[in-house]
């Protein structure tokens, strides 16, 4: 299916969040905080828009996707870019100061077992930022939202997508995934610390962030 809205999904992104992508990403940039010299899995990545927008911290990020086509759609941007299945990562224990995924985590088949894995490549201490679309705070915004806005994906994929038809599973996955704190409790049973997150436009996205445990001896 990501094969198939490759083709201008960085265009037809900007379409459908009315700009507002740009404001998330930068968002995500600032709470991940990734420094020159760290490393950074960016998972997930698509055409790695979102790679880059960490690179620009100076840390060293490698985009991550399932999906040739998406990474082939971002072929120019000079970041390292990987195929890699989310539930079966081909990286050893540990090696990530930190893990991020950006629209990209309600896709997984397993999220509790996506997040074990994500754990499993970071460093004890390591961090996990996540951006994802989510639950509007505001009760009359988010009836309006969840009965008539997620309505419109659809149908302006018709104008601006290569492959419409994705944007009907794109718009029923965003109004099924979990709320700000069913995705806290799934990161944390999935053996993150430090749970927290963020809203952005109103609960629209939200950005969770969270840390591996460190273990202590004896
Ligand atoms: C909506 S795009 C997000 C791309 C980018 N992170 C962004 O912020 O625009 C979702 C991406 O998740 C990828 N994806 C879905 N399931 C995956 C999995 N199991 N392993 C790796 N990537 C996966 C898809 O191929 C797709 O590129």
């Known amino acids: 299916m990501f094969d198939g809205v490759a083709k201008g999904y960085d265009r037809t992104n900007s379409v459908m969040t009315l700009g507002f992508d740009r404001r998330w990403r930068e968002w995500s940039r600032r709470v991940l905080d990734a420094r020159p010299g760290e490393r950074v899995l960016d998972l997930a990545a698509g055409t790695a828009v979102s790679t880059v927008e960490y690179a620009a911290s100076g840390a060293w990020c490698v985009a991550a996707d399932f999906s040739l086509g998406m990474l082939l759609g971002g072929a120019h941007r000079a970041v390292p870019k990987v195929a890699a299945d989310a539930l079966h990562l081909p990286f050893a224990d540990g090696v990530f100061d930190a893990v991020t995924v ?46 008539h806005l997620l309505r419109l994906v659809p149908f302006t994929a018709r104008f601006v997508c290569s492959n419409p038809d994705a944007y009907d599973y794109l718009a029923e996955s965003m109004r099924t995934w979990p709320d700000q704190r069913s995705l806290a409790e799934i990161i944390s049973r999935a053996g993150w610390d430090d749970v927290a997150w963020m809203n952005l436009t109103g609960g629209v996205v939200a950005l969770h962030r969270a840390t591996k445990p460190v273990q202590r001896e004896g």
Do not use: K, Q, W
Request: some cysteine; overall charge positive.
């Open 102 to 147: 950006s629209f990209g985590i309600r896709n997984f088949s397993d999220t509790e077992a996506a997040l074990r894995e994500m754990a499993r490549v970071v460093r004890p201490g390591g961090r996990l930022v996540i951006c994802e679309v989510s639950t509007p705070t505001f009760r009359p915004f988010r009836y309006v939202y969840m009965r």
